[in-house]
């Protein structure tokens, strides 16, 4: 679409309105009485703006969701980030704050799916449409697919949106395309546009729901390799795209689960110290406001809660004085903060350590009113892959956290599919044997390691473990349901489908958590080579 041709198409069309004049009550200005649109309030005089200024508004809500999705496209900002700091800015809050976030987060999932749909509707590569227009075509196609907007109303507003922040040429080029993408039914477009399922049943999941095609095939290999039907995959993607309940973590010793539901929390599905949060920003309850409680995954508390309560009985490592813990990839605090809060519990004292300077800074407000309270929780920023030769055979519990592709965590940050690539993987893999020696090389005789990832995929979970076990044979892997389970509500740790073991695999499709994946493996006490428990090869 030519945007001269645009402009000038504009400006006959403002020579129309002008001779429409007398009909539509307006003045010699432009001006329009308010109250005369048939809004039934009274006419309190006419309009300060011309018409041409009055098209080029829309809701905050739609700046807020634009705004957020430009910044992940352009600045690679974390969409849980960005959000809350365009909301406060807008002042939006309420419906508005939720129609926002609903958008934003909406269209992020659906991208893929999005452009389909959109590139249906154009001549051209979507690789040739402006990257600021693309984004307002996605927030519009999704009102119109997924959010059953009325589609006058998503139409409308989302053309006065792109008048706005792209211009009348672009605006006319967006209306063109979103009139074409509310002609069909969403089945009709999925009938369009995504292959037929029984030619192509990756490529038909990948455009149902939203996935690069290389990670549906990805987490279908990985659900078979941990046991599991690859038939779940379809439930598994639709998981992945359903906005998560608010999980919230009580600081152990800092309050309890009273205190939160007087504060209007309830009991977390699972965790022993997990609560939810019906909905919105749970910031002002005075526990999280002063740092006894925080917002968490229950997967992620889970692992933290697997070595800190459920490795009791697997730890048998000898020290004296008071036993000595170690944090290995402790940013952003999360854990390190369930761990540390656990840790005088067991006599014991934390040290914790992060690469990114920034990073450890978040890790020290993430235990600060832990340490307040007499926990011995020390940060250092360091590299975990050298703090095996550093400190070997000196720590008694170890947890390894390792960086990780996250494609356990898409509920949470659903940016991450379309940055992430296969070749991420490869590079994420070595870094991940890497940290795990040095996890291992740092553990004291009897000494426990939880190797943990918020990725499911195979080549940073079992392949991993594996890889380095064949490499050591002063190393056995233990069985990590009973631990897991130790995280566990007792009246629900029967009913808790953990796997097949000896590794925990978590899925958001069958424990409503993260993806998370727990191995726990244990230094020989003797030095003598390791035989693997009965039952529990190496997984």
């Given at each position: 679409?030519?945007p001269?041709?645009?402009?000038?198409?504009?400006?006959?069309?403002?020579?129309?309105r002008?001779?429409?004049?007398?009909r539509s009550?307006?003045?010699?200005?432009?001006?329009e009485?308010?109250?005369?649109?048939?809004?039934?309030?009274?006419r309190?005089?006419?309009?300060?703006?011309?018409?041409?200024?009055?098209?080029?508004?829309?809701?905050?809500?739609?700046?807020?969701?634009?705004?957020?999705?430009?910044?992940?496209?352009?600045?690679?900002?974390?969409?849980?980030?960005?959000?809350?700091?365009l909301?406060?800015?807008h002042?939006?809050?309420?419906?508005?704050?939720?129609?926002?976030t609903?958008?934003?987060?909406?269209?992020?999932?659906?991208?893929?799916?999005?452009?389909?749909?959109?590139?249906?509707?154009?001549?051209?590569?979507?690789?040739?449409?402006?990257?600021?227009?693309?984004?307002?075509?996605?927030?519009?196609?999704?009102?119109?697919?997924?959010?059953?907007?009325?589609?006058?109303?998503?139409?409308?507003?989302?053309?006065?949106?792109?008048?706005?922040?792209?211009?009348?040429?672009?605006?006319?080029?967006?209306?063109?395309?979103?009139?074409?993408?509310?002609?069909?039914?969403?089945?009709?477009?999925?009938?369009?546009v995504?292959?037929?399922?029984?030619?192509?049943?990756?490529?038909?999941?990948?455009?149902?729901?939203?996935?690069?095609?290389?990670?549906?095939?990805?987490?279908?290999?990985?659900?078979?390799?941990?046991?599991?039907?690859?038939?779940?995959?379809?439930?598994?993607?639709?998981?992945?795209?359903?906005?998560?309940?608010?999980?919230?973590?009580?600081?152990p010793?800092?309050t309890?689960?009273?205190?939160?539901?007087?504060?209007?929390?309830?009991?977390?599905?699972?965790?022993?110290?997990?609560?939810?949060?019906?909905?919105?920003?749970?910031?002002?309850?005075?526990?999280?406001?002063q740092?006894?409680?925080?917002?968490?995954?229950?997967?992620?508390?889970?692992?933290?809660?697997?070595l800190?309560?459920?490795?009791?009985?697997?730890?048998?490592?000898?020290?004296?004085?008071?036993?000595?813990?170690?944090?290995?990839?402790?940013?952003?605090?999360?854990?390190?903060?369930l761990?540390?809060?656990?840790?005088?519990?067991h006599?014991?004292?934390?040290?914790a350590?992060?690469?990114?300077?920034?990073?450890?800074?978040?890790?020290?407000r993430?235990?600060?009113?832990?340490?307040?309270?007499g926990c011995?929780?020390?940060?250092?920023?360091?590299?975990?892959?050298?703090?095996?030769?550093?400190?070997p055979?000196h720590?008694?519990?170890?947890?390894?956290?390792?960086?990780?592709?996250?494609?356990?965590?898409?509920?949470?940050?659903?940016?991450?599919?379309w940055?992430?690539?296969?070749?991420?993987?490869?590079?994420?893999?070595?870094?991940?044997?890497?940290?795990?020696?040095?996890?291992?090389?740092?553990?004291?005789?009897?000494?426990?390691?939880?190797y943990?990832?918020?990725?499911?995929h195979?080549?940073?979970?079992r392949?991993?473990?594996?890889?380095?076990?064949?490499?050591?044979?002063?190393?056995?892997?233990?069985?990590?349901?009973?631990?897991?389970?130790?995280?566990i509500h007792?009246?629900?740790?029967?009913?808790?489908?953990?796997?097949?073991g000896?590794?925990?695999?978590?899925?958001?499709?069958?424990h409503?958590?993260?993806?998370?994946?727990?191995?726990l493996?244990?230094?020989?006490?003797t030095?003598?080579?390791?035989?693997?428990?009965?039952?529990?090869?190496a997984?």
């Open positions: 679409m030519n001269q041709r645009d402009d000038h198409r504009g400006r006959r069309e403002d020579r129309g002008r001779e429409d004049r007398p009550g307006r003045d010699a200005q432009g001006r009485r308010s109250g005369s649109r048939g809004q039934g309030g009274p309190r005089g006419w309009s300060s703006s011309r018409p041409s200024e009055r098209s080029r508004t829309s809701t905050g809500s739609r700046e807020v969701a634009y705004e957020a999705l430009t910044a992940v496209r352009e600045d690679d900002a974390y969409a849980n980030l960005v959000l809350p700091r909301l406060r800015r002042r939006l809050s309420g419906r508005d704050a939720a129609f926002a609903e958008m934003f987060y909406g269209s992020l999932r659906a991208q893929g799916r999005l452009d389909a749909i959109i590139a249906a509707c154009i001549d051209r590569s979507l690789d040739e449409v402006d990257g600021a227009v693309l984004d307002v075509m996605r927030l519009g196609a999704y009102q119109l697919v997924d959010m059953g907007v009325a589609p006058h109303a998503a139409t409308s507003e989302t053309v006065a949106l792109a008048r706005s922040v792209v211009g009348a040429g672009a605006a006319s080029f967006v209306n063109a395309v979103l009139r074409r993408v509310g002609e069909r039914t969403p089945e009709e477009w999925i009938q369009k995504a292959p037929d399922p029984e030619k192509d049943l990756v490529g038909h999941l990948a455009v149902v729901h939203s996935h690069p095609t290389w990670i549906v095939r990805a987490l279908g290999d990985a659900l078979a390799g941990h046991g599991r039907d690859r038939a779940e995959l379809a439930d598994l993607l639709d998981a992945q795209n359903r906005a998560p309940a608010v999980s919230l973590v009580m600081r010793g800092l309890d689960l009273d205190e939160m539901i007087e504060g209007g929390a309830g009991r977390g599905k699972l965790s022993i110290f997990g609560a939810t949060w019906p909905s919105g920003d749970p910031g002002g309850m005075d526990p999280v406001r740092g006894r409680a925080a917002v968490q995954d229950e997967g992620s508390q889970l692992m933290a809660l697997a800190g309560l459920g490795a009791d009985d697997l730890v048998i490592a000898e020290q004296e004085g008071p036993a000595e813990w170690l944090d290995l990839c402790a940013g952003p605090g999360g854990k390190t903060a761990l540390g809060g656990l840790a005088p519990g006599d014991a004292e934390l040290l350590i992060e690469v990114q300077p920034h990073r450890t800074v978040l890790v020290d993430a235990v600060e009113t832990l340490r307040e309270a011995e929780i020390i940060t250092r920023t360091a590299d975990g892959t050298t703090i095996g030769r550093e400190m055979g720590f008694t519990r170890i947890l390894a956290d390792v960086p990780c592709s996250g494609l356990g965590a898409l509920r949470r940050r659903p940016e991450s599919r940055r992430r690539t296969p070749g991420d993987i490869g590079q994420l893999a070595a870094l991940q044997r890497d940290l795990l020696t040095s996890a291992l090389d740092a553990a004291a005789p009897g000494g426990v390691v939880a943990v990832t918020c990725s499911p195979l080549a940073e979970t392949l991993v473990v594996a890889d380095v076990l064949k490499r050591r044979d002063d190393i056995e892997q233990l069985d990590a349901r009973p631990a897991v389970a130790a995280g007792p009246d629900l740790q029967d009913e808790v489908d953990l796997g097949q000896p590794s925990v695999q978590l899925w958001p499709h069958v409503g958590t993260d993806a998370m994946f727990i191995a493996l244990r230094k020989n006490p030095g003598d080579p390791a035989t693997p428990e009965e039952g529990h090869p997984s």
